[in-house]
């Protein structure tokens, strides 16, 4: 099965509270940049084995069917 998403991409260099959201990602356990966030590996996997994550990605618009 292939999947095709469409990331939310924010370029922090162009964002003036640039430095906020590092900090932010920072108490999320993101020490660098880039990084992606959709959630930790365990909740990904737990939401593709109870047929979840598919219907989150096609609601935030990220996942076309």
């Avoid at 430095?19 to 356990?29: P, V």
């Avoid at 966030?37 to 996997?45: L, V």
Wanted: proline share 5%.
């Amino acid at each position: 099965m292939t999947w095709v998403v469409n990331p939310t991409i924010y370029e922090l260099d162009d964002i003036s509270r640039s430095h906020e959201i590092e900090r932010a990602l920072s108490g999320f356990g993101c020490s660098t940049l880039p990084t992606i966030f959709i959630g930790g590996a365990n909740e990904i996997m737990s939401l593709q084995l109870k047929s979840g994550l598919k219907p989150m990605l096609i609601k935030a618009g990220a996942l076309w069917v």
